[in-house]
């Protein structure tokens, strides 16, 4: 069987992977990061530092010198001319904004220029925003308020007006650049952009990253006339067709195949956002898994069975890459909560696992609500947590209650915020740096009242790009897919050790904090 390609456009950097779904294999891996090897970008966190007043820009140049070093390293390790699948992901919301030299450019890339150079003349807007971007406060509250409030924004495109979302972006472009905008022709997603590079041809967006926009209506799947409207004028023309993320949209442009030694014909299968394609590399991507993340923020996702939008419009819908819909739940106060609470006692992470075996399960009562800056999950604006308890606890005088109740209130809570979703998951996998920690783990379990496993995958959102693609092109089973490249690690397993009641009160007792400061 020939390879599959996955490839990775995130914010700190570009990566790949190719896998052999004959031997269950990654034949090759390889990453570009933009800081360390584009240090002319001036970007070496992946964006251009210093803009003020929320501003977070990337050049999209940098995007493409960084394809160009990718493929140059991955031919190294690997003959790129098994490669017969291709499709990949981009960090979601990010936007490039593309004047008419785009259509014929992207077309007629020629192997001997490098990619920047051939697309340079094609911005119309010089950098783009990303999805740190929290400038377009006002831009989301005038696409709510002519659309007539946040409920109908959420219930149209999953998710309330949201300052990284795309169409907020655009709005604040075109209200700052009009100019500008009318010279724009085609706006692309981070995704869809590079992979319309791929294949030398204009490519769709799916629904998955589209879904980052507030301009997809997630139940019929096509742009919504009423948030085009609102956003900015002539907006639907700039935009290219939504696709569903499974669709084969081109073959590897002739540039790749001079350059790099791709061979002629290889399918490019549309890109996706980096969430949508990591519920696929997780092997999560049919409902009844749920996959929580414990990076610097804690975030929550998982294939649905239907479509429904938040009621309380702090999580988003985004459309599934292997059908239907997924939901996305993004919790602030995650890893660098623990560590406050960690680091008040100078405990190390070791004295901090250890509190859990040395407090009980709901933690006679001490509950906590671990928010050290304002919180989007629910949408609250704290800067310190909130405590409720004995008198010793709440005066921080108990540092293992404290660490268990850290914990604990931000499972309960996300149970409770992620309760919308009405999952029940059978498997939880856990992932990102915390889920290491068996204690943490021990909670999850607990409080879902789910198993919890840790997969052996790494680079979740690659592999997803390959899987996506040999699904496609070769047909082969997602979730066979999922059985030879998502294995949990030998004895990961965590069962739940409680019963279902045990965090009853712990949430009602987090409500009620909660509800005296809304
Ligand atoms: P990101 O991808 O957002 O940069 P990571 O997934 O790499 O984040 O996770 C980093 C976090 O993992 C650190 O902020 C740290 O708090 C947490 N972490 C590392 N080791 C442990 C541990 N043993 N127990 C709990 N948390 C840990
Ligand atoms: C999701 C989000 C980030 C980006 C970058 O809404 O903003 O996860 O996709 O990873």
């Not at 007629?108 to 150079?117: F, G």
């Not at 799947?221 to 023309?237: G, Q, R, S, V």
Request: charged share 20%; proline share 5%; net charge negative.
């Amino acid at each position: 069987m020939p390879y599959s390609l996955g490839i990775d456009s995130s914010t700190q950097s570009c990566s790949a992977i190719v896998i052999d779904t004959d031997t269950g294999t990654a034949v090759a891996e390889a990453a570009v990061n933009f800081g360390e090897r584009l240090p002319h970008y001036s970007a070496p966190s992946g964006f251009i530092e210093g803009s003020a007043d929320g501003v977070v820009h990337a050049d999209p140049l940098m995007w493409l010198d960084a394809l160009d070093l990718l493929l140059e390293d991955l031919g190294k390790l690997c003959d790129l001319s098994k490669v017969a699948a291709i499709s990949g992901a981009g960090q979601q919301h990010g936007s490039i904004y593309l004047n008419d030299q785009w259509f014929y450019a992207v077309d007629t890339l020629d192997s001997t220029e490098p990619l920047s150079k051939q697309i340079q003349p094609c911005l119309a807007r010089a950098t783009s925003p990303i999805w740190m971007d929290s400038s377009t406060r006002k831009e989301c509250a005038e696409i709510a308020s002519a659309v007539g409030g946040d409920s109908i924004v959420c219930k149209k495109s999953g998710s309330i007006a949201v300052e990284r979302f795309t169409g907020p972006q655009i709005r604040r472009f075109y209200k700052n650049d009009e100019a500008a905008y009318q010279k724009t022709e085609r706006i692309h997603l981070v995704s869809s952009f590079l992979c319309s590079i791929l294949c030398g041809a204009d490519a769709p967006i799916d629904t998955g990253d589209g879904a980052g926009m507030n301009l997809l209506n997630i139940q019929t799947w096509e742009w919504d006339d009423e948030l085009l409207d609102a956003t900015a004028p002539a907006l639907k023309a700039k935009l290219p067709e939504v696709s569903q993320g499974s669709s084969k949209v081109g073959v590897i442009s002739e540039y790749f195949v001079a350059k790099y030694g791709f061979t002629p014909g290889a399918e490019v299968v549309v890109f996706t956002g980096d969430n949508p394609s990591s519920l696929v590399g997780m092997g999560a991507s049919q409902p009844g898994k749920v996959v929580i993340s414990l990076g610097t923020s804690d975030t929550f996702f998982a294939a649905m069975p239907s479509v429904v939008a938040d009621p309380n419009g702090c999580g988003h819908v985004f459309g599934n890459p292997a059908g239907g819909s997924m939901s996305l739940q993004c919790f602030v106060n995650g890893s660098l909560a623990r560590e406050a609470v960690k680091d008040k006692f100078a405990y190390d992470w070791e004295a901090f696992t250890s509190a859990f075996s040395a407090t009980a399960p709901a933690n006679n009562g001490n509950v906590m609500l671990p928010f050290f800056s304002p919180e989007i999950s629910p949408r609250i604006e704290l800067e310190a947590p909130l405590l409720a308890g004995t008198e010793t606890f709440v005066n921080w005088q108990e540092a293992d209650s404290a660490i268990r109740a850290c914990v604990e209130g931000q499972f309960v809570n996300m149970k409770l915020r992620s309760d919308w979703m009405q999952l029940k998951p059978e498997v939880i996998y856990l992932t990102g740096g915390a889920s290491k920690n068996d204690a943490i783990a021990q909670v999850v379990a607990d409080v879902f009242q789910a198993k919890v496993q840790r997969l052996a995958v790494t680079g979740s959102v690659g592999l997803g790009g390959a899987m996506r693609a040999a699904n496609s092109v070769f047909g082969s089973d997602l979730g066979a897919l999922g059985d030879q490249f998502c294995q949990p690690q030998a004895d990961s397993t965590i069962e739940p050790q409680v019963e279902a009641a045990t965090y009853t009160s712990t949430a009602a007792r987090l409500d009620e904090l909660l509800s005296t400061h809304l």
